[in-house]
């Protein structure tokens, strides 16, 4: 078995484990991903403080404006702000 | 020489969603919440000779909105007393001495302490968004906050996949790191 079959380096777990946080990763990267997290500390500590964040912001329930919406309000502010320039 | 000045060009971009978030997390609908956001941006604008330059531009905007958001609640408080109240009681005859107990407030529910603490917590996230570039900030809102996927969020940016996860990667790095000092 080829040792880059299994093992993947720091940054690929990295970019995993933020796919993850978007239910964006595969079975197999998730299999990776595991792997790594049993044994490296640094991929450990990256994933927790990355799923601590996936939680606060889940927790926060914070919204902000679509882009057609900001569109719209930018539009309404700019005519106004024109009148007083 | 006052200590903050105002610019208005940069409201839209550096304060809507911030005050959108705001005001949402207090009237709980998107459309008026929006109305109310374009309220005080208007009302800022107007009263701009008034602003003594000792708080923040943030801070002088979310006190106009807080009475924006005052003022609402008074016009339909004042419209409620004239609308017809209704109640709905539940017409299955097998539940009937039940209704009561079914309208009781839920334990489970999220108390008043829970939501001072999660509009505590957007504020904070929100801070930390504002330190963060301008792309970087835009691209996680898109996908964390609206939940874009990443086809329609690489098509409207006009950026690679890869591109869009480095970004991605980048921002979380600032945020966790911002949230570490201000919140965990």
């Known amino acids: ?85 | 020489m006052p200590k903050h000045q105002l610019d208005p060009n940069n409201w839209i971009k550096l304060y809507s969603d911030y005050l959108f978030n705001y005001t949402i997390t207090r009237v709980n609908d998107r459309v008026i919440a929006q109305d109310l956001v374009s309220e005080t941006f208007l009302a800022g604008l107007k009263s701009m000779a008034n602003f003594k330059g000792e708080a923040s531009e943030r801070t002088w905007l979310i006190s106009i909105l807080k009475r924006k958001i005052i003022d609402y609640y008074r016009k339909i408080n004042s419209n409620k007393g004239k609308a017809e109240v209704r109640m709905n009681y539940n017409s299955d005859t097998d539940a009937e001495g039940d209704w009561l107990e079914e309208r009781v407030a839920d334990p489970f529910d999220k108390t008043a302490e829970d939501k001072l603490e999660n509009l505590e917590l957007g504020d904070a996230i929100y801070d930390c968004l504002g330190k963060l570039p301008e792309k970087q900030a835009e691209v996680f809102k898109m996908k964390t906050i609206l939940g874009y996927d990443t086809e329609t969020i690489c098509n409207e940016l006009e950026i690679t996949a890869s591109n869009l996860w480095v970004i991605i990667h980048r921002a979380r790095t600032a945020l966790a790191d911002c949230m570490q000092k201000n919140w965990f």
């Open chain 1, 1 to 85: 078995m080829k040792k880059s079959f299994l093992f993947i380096s720091c940054e690929e777990a990295h970019h995993i484990c933020d796919k993850r946080q978007y239910g964006e990763a595969t079975g197999w990267e998730r299999v990776k991903l595991g792997i790594r997290l049993s044994w490296c500390r640094i991929t450990r500590a990256y994933s927790n403080r990355n799923n601590k964040l996936t939680e606060v912001m889940q927790k926060a329930e914070v919204d902000c404006l679509k882009n057609d919406e900001r569109d719209k309000l930018k539009k309404q502010f700019e005519e106004e702000l024109a009148k007083h320039q």
